[in-house]
């Protein structure tokens, strides 16, 4: 096939004209050609998507729907994950792995997990950071296909270092005729016990007259999932020299939860077109989602609290390490296990209104876009806790990687009598952001020359985001305060906050840890402030002890309109490019071009500076006052694509681009506190009482914004890609390869330094662009059909991908987060946070004229989750210690089958997780090696559909 270089440098093959309406509102908005193609059948859309990738002026994967929307996974994460170079994030939040997600959520393409989210090539975002989306939050019934780019081109919008991920909904153009297709469908997933609805339908149609020719398309869907993860977790082994003759490694305690999850999604989307002649094409679009997700944790906590000893006749027994494997454990004061309950329920809406218009005249085309995009996300998420201290514990397997045994060996869980009030948490957010953007390209096409086309463009866009997060954590009973109580510990007394409660089927019964215990009633989870108000009456340290306990802070720590838990922003960007589109020859051509793009922000916040408390006096104390941080950067962003057909059906392509990453709204936020402490080189005993006496250099004084600055700059990263792609035959045969390097830098890391303020010479920490790193990899993918077998074998085929990712960093050690182990030793040679090393996909699939079935692979390797995330952080002896917890490599099977009943209407099986695989971690320490940090067993999933299409 001799490749012909048209206006956008794409040519069109026979198979996307044939199949084609009038161009949709991409063509409007300035994103590359990457067509609408009407497909039904899942070879069909294989094929339409390597049709993409052929005929693209830049690197593009695609995933297009099978039919009428209905993408080839339940969702856009776990579909994009087939794409090579794709890996999805299974936990609710990257730096969270004490959660599981219901779906695939968090994308990172090629390493990297800075993926910015496109809507129809428009940018797009959840209210929380500003620049990325969590695709859970968008119906994937609403798409007709994603595109990932992998290289950008000057027209596209800035931003994205692994990637750009492209969300194309349908326009009532690309179908001549009326069109009305839905779907009814039932999920059911195992470990839960719970059968979900979903529901989609649209309708498109267009029509001619005088006036010229209308359309009109709408697309409605609703979906609820439920899911259970049954958790199983090992915490940090600790030094001890007081137990062996030699360093022995003993860890303080484990934990195990059932956290039942359940996702509820609505989504609407109206397109209308106008076309009054072959000149104009005007376009307006509305875009509505709406989720809910809630889940309900309830937990076993067994915690030393004071370092635990082994009993009289010790049977402690280790590993290879000197690191504990089983035994007793006891303490003087008792060992702490507990139960904790927690419900979080967090209201997302994202809501995009667009319009435009393209002119063709001549040799040139005009379009002009305007968007407006509104998201808030609202959390309100409570905990409550107990605590008992029985005397003895046993536990053995604590290198088990399907989670340790734990025995209640008095069976203290029982009797409610032994339980005490112990912890409570509130945590809510509630978050707005609105954008407004308008764009306006010009492209002229010329005739016989090199270059086809040149285009350029301007775009405006206005960012405003007001965050706020608050946090309360407080305490009643806790080993930390037991000496506050003497012998009188305060035991609960009401139980009608509590219930009993059992863990039915923990782990598909593989587990060997106590499943009964009593904990705190959902409706006293709901009525949180209430709650706590009755705990507190009933705990009330002796005269003195007044320290021991607190109450949630709703006055200031824990409310949303604090000053200081808020976070407001006021972004603009204005951007222009110019792009060129060129054939040297009718086998080698390109495009390259330039972006420019300055960005202003302004964040409102607020600084405070209590100062230390001398005797009656306050020193070094400022007057509280709101900020105003005001930032600015320009960004010159080129790039080049070259293609060369190297024959017919060999294509091979090169690109070099420069991409930035621009801060999230979070790591903006201004608010800075100024700490005073006394200096550790004084004893408590000689500091001095009255005010006056202090002197600078007896105190500390740290200026400190919890790992954000509002004047940060955008990461930025230096691109390259060398590719070739094999179409070796008519049938969808294909081999392709990529090599890829991304040089990457001005990292955001936290750094301490010298800074002056209010006179005052102090060590500032806060985050700053430093730091750079490598990641180079390989792609290699292909397909392949049995078309020359005998039916009814002609009806197989097989596609893979395979993504070798490699790493390495020059990031200056982070301040507060330096993976320390536990005997403060440095934790070192870590790759890149959320870099899988390794990731397969396999489809096995045979498709013949009714029937069609897909059997789907899909693996990736060892991924560093979190340096000291929650559970694996905390302070112990003076030392701050942070270890690194890993996702370990994971697998899983998915099949999906179809029938066509009749030509319209189509019945659909799927099952996902077919081997129940299991997701674990990894914690790594120096000397006492690696241990296994958690093990979730979730549901496998079955879905049945009834599809229909007029």
């Known amino acids: 096939m001799t490749h012909t270089y048209t206006r956008a440098g794409v040519s069109t093959s026979v198979f996307l004209l044939s199949t084609l309406g009038l161009i949709g509102p991409a063509a409007a908005q300035g994103e590359q050609d990457i067509e609408e193609v009407i497909v039904?059948?899942?070879?069909?859309?294989?094929?339409?998507?390597?049709?993409?990738?052929?005929?693209?002026?830049?690197?593009?994967?695609?995933?297009?729907?099978?039919?009428?929307?209905?993408?080839?996974?339940?969702?856009?994460?776990?579909?994009?994950?087939?794409?090579?170079?794709?890996?999805?994030?299974?936990?609710?939040?990257?730096?969270?792995?004490?959660?599981?997600?219901?779906?695939?959520?968090?994308?990172?393409?090629?390493?990297?997990?800075?993926?910015?989210?496109?809507?129809?090539?428009?940018?797009?975002?959840?209210?929380?950071?500003?620049?990325?989306?969590?695709?859970?939050?968008?119906?994937?019934?609403?798409?007709?296909?994603?595109?990932?780019?992998?290289?950008?081109?000057?027209?596209?919008?800035?931003?994205?270092?692994?990637?750009?991920?492209?969300l194309r909904t349908r326009m009532p153009f690309d179908s001549e005729d009326m069109l009305l297709s839905g779907t009814v469908k039932a999920n059911y997933a195992d470990n839960i016990d719970e059968w979900n609805p979903e529901a989609s339908v649209l309708y498109s149609n267009n029509w001619t007259n005088s006036a010229g020719k209308f359309g009109v398309l709408i697309d409605l869907s609703t979906s609820e999932i439920s899911s259970r993860a049954d958790n199983l977790y090992n915490r940090a082994f600790f030094p001890r020299d007081d137990i062996e003759d030699d360093r022995v490694w003993v860890t303080k305690g484990s934990d195990w939860r059932r956290n039942d999850y359940n996702r509820t999604r609505s989504g609407q989307y109206l397109a209308l077109q106008w076309s009054p002649g072959t000149h104009l094409e005007t376009y307006v679009t509305a875009l509505r989602s709406e989720a809910t997700r809630e889940w309900y944790e309830n937990a076993f906590f067994l915690d030393a609290g004071v370092y635990p000893v082994p009993p009289e006749n010790s049977d402690w027994v280790y590993d290879e390490n000197n690191a504990l494997v089983s035994g007793t454990l006891t303490s003087p004061s008792g060992i702490a296990l507990g139960t904790s309950s927690r419900v979080s329920k967090n209201e997302s809406t994202t809501t995009d209104i667009s319009a435009g218009a393209t002119w063709f005249v001549n040799q040139w085309t005009v379009s002009a876009d305007l968007q407006q995009v509104k998201s808030t996300a609202e959390r309100s998420d409570y905990t409550l806790g107990t605590v008992i201290f029985p005397e003895q514990i046993y536990v053995s397997g604590l290198d088990n990687d399907d989670g340790p045994t734990i025995v209640d060996v008095d069976n203290t869980l029982r009797d409610i009598g032994n339980y005490s009030y112990g912890q409570m948490m509130t945590w809510p957010v509630k978050n707005e952001a609105e954008s407004t953007a308008v764009r306006v390209d010009a492209e002229y096409e010329f005739e016989d020359s090199i270059v086809s086309s040149v285009k350029a463009g301007v775009r405006y866009a206005k960012k405003e985001a007001d965050n706020r997060e608050a946090f309360s954590w407080s305490a009643r009973v806790q080993p930390w305060n037991l000496s506050a109580w003497g012998d009188d510990v305060p035991k609960i007394t009401d139980a009608s906050l509590m219930q009993a409660y059992e863990f039915d089927n923990f782990q598909r019964g593989d587990a060997q840890v106590p499943l009964s215990a009593w904990m705190y009633k959902r409706e006293a989870l709901?009525?949180?402030?209430?709650?706590?108000?009755?705990?507190?009456?009933?705990?009330?340290?002796?005269?003195?002890?007044?320290?021991?306990?607190?109450?949630?802070?709703?006055?200031?720590?824990?409310?949303?309109?604090?000053?200081?838990?808020?976070?407001?922003?006021?972004?603009?960007?204005?951007?222009?490019?110019?792009?060129?589109?060129?054939?040297?020859?009718?086998?080698?051509?390109?495009?390259?071009?330039?972006?420019?793009?300055?960005?202003?922000?302004?964040?409102?916040?607020?600084?405070?500076?209590?100062?230390?408390?001398?005797?009656?006096?306050?020193?070094?104390?400022?007057?509280?006052?709101?900020?105003?941080?005001?930032?600015?950067?320009?960004?010159?962003?080129?790039?080049?694509?070259?293609?060369?057909?190297?024959?017919?059906?060999?294509?091979?392509?090169?690109?070099?681009?420069?991409?930035?990453?621009?801060?999230?709204?979070?790591?903006?936020?201004?608010?800075?506190?100024?700490?005073?402490?006394?200096?550790?080189?004084?004893?408590?005993?000689?500091?001095?009482?009255?005010?006056?006496?202090?002197?600078?250099?007896?105190?500390?004084?740290?200026?400190?914004?919890?790992?954000?600055?509002?004047?940060?700059?955008?990461?930025?990263?230096?691109?390259?890609?060398?590719?070739a792609e094999w179409y070796f035959n008519d049938a969808g045969g294909a081999l392709t390869a990529a090599l890829f390097k991304k040089d990457v830098y001005d990292y955001f890391r936290v750094q301490s330094y010298s800074v002056e303020t209010r006179d005052l010479n102090v060590t500032a920490t806060n985050v700053i662009n430093t730091g750079t790193a490598d990641v180079q990899g390989i792609e290699i993918g292909g397909s392949y059909y049995f078309d020359f077998l005998p039916a009814p074998f002609d009806g197989f085929g097989v596609t893979g991908n395979m993504t070798l990712v490699d790493s390495s960093t020059e990031l200056p050690a982070q301040e507060g987060t330096t993976p320390t182990d536990t005997d403060g030793s440095p934790i070192n040679d870590l790759p890149l946070e959320g870099l899988a090393e390794r990731t397969y996909n396999l489809a096995l699939m045979y498709e013949k004229e009714r029937f069609f079935v897909r059997l789907a692979y899909n693996y990736a390797s060892e991924i560093l989750q979190s340096i000291g995330p929650n559970g694996w952080n905390g302070t112990d002896q003076d030392i701050v210690w942070k270890l690194p917890v890993f996702a370990d490599a994971y697998s899983q099977w998915d099949l999906s089958m179809g029938y066509d009943i009749t030509d319209q209407l189509t019945l659909n099986l799927e099952a996902y997780n077919l081997g129940k695989s299991k997701t674990k971690g990894i914690m790594k320490q120096n000397e006492a090696g690696e241990h296994p940090a958690f093990v979730y067993s979730q549901d496998t999933r079955y879905g049945i559909s009834l599809r229909f299409t007029f």
């Open 40 to 166: 039904r059948g899942l070879r069909s859309s294989l094929e339409s998507a390597q049709n993409l990738k052929r005929e693209a002026n830049s690197v593009v994967d695609s995933i297009v729907a099978d039919d009428i929307g209905k993408l080839p996974d339940r969702s856009i994460a776990e579909a994009i994950q087939r794409i090579p170079g794709v890996a999805v994030s299974r936990f609710d939040q990257p730096a969270d792995p004490e959660h599981f997600a219901g779906e695939g959520a968090g994308v990172s393409i090629r390493g990297l997990p800075q993926v910015r989210a496109e809507l129809n090539g428009r940018d797009i975002f959840s209210a929380s950071d500003g620049r990325s989306l969590s695709f859970d939050d968008v119906p994937a019934e609403l798409m007709s296909a994603v595109d990932v780019h992998k290289t950008p081109t000057a027209d596209m919008i800035e931003g994205g270092l692994g990637g750009i991920v492209n």
């Open 526 to 723: 709901n009525d949180f402030a209430a709650t706590t108000h009755a705990m507190a009456a009933t705990t009330q340290p002796p005269a003195g002890s007044e320290w021991a306990t607190s109450l949630p802070d709703f006055a200031e720590q824990g409310n949303l309109n604090y000053a200081p838990n808020k976070n407001i922003q006021d972004e603009t960007s204005n951007a222009a490019y110019i792009r060129m589109d060129f054939a040297l020859s009718d086998r080698f051509g390109g495009n390259a071009g330039i972006r420019y793009v300055r960005t202003e922000n302004t964040a409102s916040g607020y600084f405070q500076a209590p100062g230390l408390t001398v005797g009656d006096e306050q020193i070094f104390a400022f007057p509280s006052e709101p900020i105003s941080a005001k930032n600015s950067y320009n960004s010159l962003l080129p790039s080049m694509n070259l293609r060369f057909d190297a024959t017919e059906n060999v294509v091979l392509r090169f690109s070099a681009s420069k991409g930035i990453w621009k801060p999230e709204f979070e790591r903006l936020k201004a608010v800075w506190t100024l700490d005073v402490g006394w200096n550790d080189a004084i004893p408590e005993d000689q500091r001095p009482t009255d005010g006056d006496q202090v002197t600078r250099d007896m105190v500390k004084i740290n200026l400190t914004s919890n790992e954000t600055n509002p004047y940060l700059r955008p990461m930025q990263a230096k691109q390259y890609d060398l590719s």
